[in-house]
């Protein structure tokens, strides 16, 4: 009797799972789909879609695509591919999908308003294409879009106000495009400066500068009326006097960093550091070094997320980061250390670190600085560490670092 019972629980286990196995391959394959529809649209001179095969259950086997423990697709990472074509609108149906990154490629046409379907959407990087139209209103139903970076197209028409509704939004750069009409100033776009918006040369509004058609000009700040100087008792001028104070204090601010740094010359033996051709950055000299705010560390490393950890070393660990331009960089974080001079020492290091400058040292990028954080950028180089060099892996071109 119990060999009946169970015999029977298993024709009739089987024949559910032989009713359902149609949807189940039919949920699979549909993000599968949405992807190889985007393939077919697309011109592919390097084959980096080669592995898109629809015939597969889904497409997490994909080059290129990252899908989480539900095998639903996450991640597409297209950038800098050589791809060009248009998106098509079966994008909307990655229900989950948190990134998207097509940026430097040569994509045209629209930008689709399925997009908007996207709402656990984190991070939409289109730039440096060649999109044309207007911006989808529907973008602004992406409540979790921190990252919207659609510069370096042509775009037109006026940026949509739903936009503003993004509480989330943290980068946004809509620069170098063909936009008109009003810049919106309120909700989250009240956090941005006018780089954002930079060369659209038919925006308009207090955040470029520029009045719009009809409305009246901004009014200019109030002369500066300088006050009437004050004589002291005995005939001397009061504003003489701190004119001349000024001038005292401001001659032993310049000339306290040259005697401190004649004073560390003479103490300590005379280093020789040589340029290298091909190498100069214009954005890294000795004494302008770029100083990063804690803000926008953060925002590139994804709030330090341990998935952006590159390695660890003996003073602390090393993430990967994407900046607001769109770069790359690796962010060392040190270990907290409170000791008295701690700032000036730091300031010291980042200094001493600046001036060397050789082919197999990635060269400072810049730092931050924080009462808790002491931080330095490098760029990224993605050939493999020292270590792995050592054991005999693949390794070319590989550079030496100070990063580790």
């Not at 051709?277 to 890294?284: C, L, M, Q, S, T």
Request: charged share 15%; with cysteine.
């Amino acid at each position: 009797m119990e060999r009946e019972v169970g015999d029977f629980l298993f024709v009739w286990l089987l024949i559910l799972a032989l009713l359902l196995h149609p949807v189940w391959l039919a949920l699979g394959n549909m993000e599968g789909d949405a992807l190889h529809s985007l393939r077919s649209n697309l011109n592919d001179p390097n084959n980096v879609l080669q592995s898109w095969d629809p015939t597969l259950v889904n497409p997490c086997t994909w080059f290129h695509v990252t899908c989480n423990n539900d095998n639903s697709v996450i991640r597409v990472d297209l950038g800098n591919a050589a791809l060009s074509g248009q998106l098509v609108p079966q994008l909307g149906l990655l229900k989950n999908l948190q990134y998207l990154e097509l940026y430097s490629n040569n994509i045209s046409g629209p930008i689709p308003s399925d997009l908007g379907n996207l709402t656990t959407l984190v991070s939409l990087d289109l730039y440096l294409n060649s999109f044309t139209g207007p911006i989808p209103d529907t973008l602004g139903k992406l409540s979790k879009l921190r990252f919207l970076r659609l510069n370096n197209n042509s775009l037109t028409g006026p940026i949509p106000i739903s936009l503003t509704n993004i509480s989330a939004l943290q980068v946004l750069d809509l620069s170098n495009n063909h936009l008109s009409g009003v810049v919106p100033d309120n909700g989250s776009f009240s956090l941005f400066t006018p780089i954002s918006f930079a060369n659209n040369l038919d925006l308009c509004g207090p955040v470029t500068g520029h009045p719009c058609p009809g409305s009246p000009p901004f009014s200019p700040p109030p002369p500066f009326v300088p006050p009437p100087p004050i004589s002291s008792p005995g005939g001397y001028s009061a504003t003489g006097a701190i004119a001349g104070g000024v001038a005292a204090g401001a001659a032993l601010l310049f000339a306290a960093p040259a005697l401190a740094f004649a004073w560390w010359r003479r103490r300590k033996p005379q280093e020789f550091f040589f340029d290298v051709p091909a190498e100069e950055d214009p954005e890294v000299h000795l004494g302008q070094l770029k100083r990063f705010s804690l803000r926008e560390l953060q925002v590139a490393t994804d709030t330090f997320s341990n998935k952006n950890i590159l390695g660890r070393g003996g003073f602390g660990k090393v993430y990967k980061g994407r900046l607001a331009d769109g770069s790359l960089v690796a962010v060392k974080r040190l270990k907290e250390e409170r000791t008295p001079g701690g700032e000036l020492q730091f300031q010291t290091e980042v200094e001493m670190i600046s001036m060397a400058v050789h082919r197999n040292l990635l060269r400072l990028r810049g730092f931050c600085m924080t009462p808790t954080e002491r931080l330095l950028v490098y760029p990224y180089m993605a050939n493999g560490s020292v270590a792995s060099c050592l054991r005999g892996k693949a390794c070319y071109h590989w550079h030496l670092s100070l990063i580790f």
